[in-house]
């Protein structure tokens, strides 16, 4: 079975400041760890992946994760948030040792960027 | 580059109606393709997905049901819909690979049933 957590339903910073958004997983084996954002009336958009290799991992919009196994956390960070950062933020999941190619994702954190 | 359309972009429609959404993919061949529902602007919730044509697998029973007549054409249908039906409805996809189960999200159609 696999399964992810967003503890935060919310997450609120001001603008220039780091962001933080928390996901911690569970799978059985070495997992595929994905972060997707979500504008308002929009569909996902990809923001980064972990597969394998270095444990930092940067994507689109200066946003970066830094995948713990000891910790089974995948946290995205941006080091100064923007006003256009404030969105909903999905962390999904999957176990490659898997043949059905679905995805768990979390229940989503809502980030507001204040000016 | 690959694309994936869906439509309606909107949709209301009275209880008790049909219903059909058709998400196609560009640029691509034999993908995965999944329907997602989304309610309230927060979690996902898979609906259907599948792997080739006539190939459906369905995660949640339900008045919903799915079908692939094409490579990359996946359709969301129902006979009769239900108030619990309204939602966000979102069609993506995969290839599989190494490195390439990233799913890549179509714009989305919002149901509302009246």
């Known amino acids: 079975a696999q399964s992810v957590a967003q503890p935060e339903d919310q997450v609120n910073v001001a603008e220039g400041n780091p962001l933080t958004v928390k996901c911690t997983y569970s799978?059985?084996?070495?997992?595929?760890l994905f972060w997707y954002v979500q504008y308002p009336n929009r569909g996902l958009q990809f923001l980064l992946k972990?597969?394998?290799?270095?444990?930092l991992v940067k994507g689109s919009y200066g946003f970066e994760a830094e995948f713990n196994k000891s910790q089974t956390s995948f946290h995205l960070k941006k080091p100064s948030a923007l006003v256009s950062d404030s969105a909903l933020y999905f962390c999904a999941v999957r176990d490659p040792r898997g043949n059905d190619y679905k995805l768990s994702f979390g229940a989503g954190t809502t980030v507001t960027v204040r000016a | 580059s690959q694309t994936i359309h869906q439509w309606p972009a909107t949709l209301v429609q009275p209880v008790g109606s049909p219903l059909s959404l058709e998400c196609t993919v560009e640029g691509t061949s034999n993908p995965n393709l999944y329907w997602y529902r989304q309610a309230a602007g927060r979690g996902l919730q898979l609906l259907f997905y599948s792997v080739g044509i006539g190939q459906i697998s369905s995660e949640v029973p339900q008045n919903l049901s799915a079908s692939r007549p094409q490579d990359r054409q996946f359709i969301l249908s129902s006979k009769k819909l239900l108030l619990s039906d309204s939602g966000f409805y979102l069609c993506?996809?995969?290839?599989?690979?190494?490195?390439?189960?990233?799913?890549?999200f179509g714009p989305g159609t919002r149901l509302t049933v009246l």
């Open positions: 972990y597969i394998t290799g270095d444990n």
């Open positions: 799978v059985s084996g070495n997992p595929y």
């Open positions: 993506a996809w995969s290839v599989t690979g190494a490195g390439t189960d990233t799913q890549y």
